[in-house]
């Protein structure tokens, strides 16, 4: 379902200022995420997509401005206090890296075991529950290395729900991955919405994948939320800040980096 202002937000963005020295990378964004939607954050490689995700799961902290998480401003919070916050929240990282040296189980228990959970039934029961859900059942005995990019990538995804998150922030989760691929990973994204209620952010710049799986586009130009509104109102809009980001959007790919 499309946001509705009359909810309240799972996350509430407000005047959200960052900078890195002089390059002043957030200035003033607003923006709302609602419980069970799929928002696609558009935008130019380098323009503050992944820096303001890491605002929004409580991994960085805003130089000015504030966010709110079920009503609660975390802008301030102290580690100790951010703690239970980052629980709400999973995140697929680009390149979703796995830890090379442990198994698929043991990479989806690591939050699990990271969060004080020892007991092996119980580990094991969660990690096969989630493994369903990826439909990659019955491999947890497989190594990352011997496992394709795509299914590297559904481990991945199986790594961030298994700590029950409201919130799923996926960082080019396309990146790499061949259409057919891509598109059972969308089909990933959309179940986790519709069978799980999570809300899904995903940057990306696949249109094809936004325009499959978008409740919601929010396009960032200059640090700021420049437009959001439907892939439909995407589509026919006149701007031409969209209308270049959708035709020329193969050359926007994000070069690797390694912030
Ligand atoms: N931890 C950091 N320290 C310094 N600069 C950073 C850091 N993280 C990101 N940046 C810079 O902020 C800008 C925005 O980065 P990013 O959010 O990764 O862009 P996008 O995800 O939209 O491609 C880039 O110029 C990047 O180099
Ligand atoms: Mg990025």
Redesign the pocket.
Known sequence: MPASSSETPLIRVRNLHQN?GA?R?LRGVDLDIYPNETVCLL??????????VKHMIGLMQPRQGTIEIDGVDISNMSERELGPIRKKMGMMFQNGALFDSLNVAQNIAFPLREDGITDIDELNQRVAEVLGIVRLPGQEEKMPSELSGGMQKRVALARAIVIKPQCICY?EPHAGLDPITAESIDKLIKCLQQDHGISNIV?THELRSVFRIADRIVF?KDGKVYWQGSPDEMKSSPDPALRDFINGSDSHS?AP?T?
């Open positions: 890195f390059s990378v935008g130019t490689s380098g323009g503050g997509k992944t820096v303001l960082d940057i960032m994000d980096h912030s």
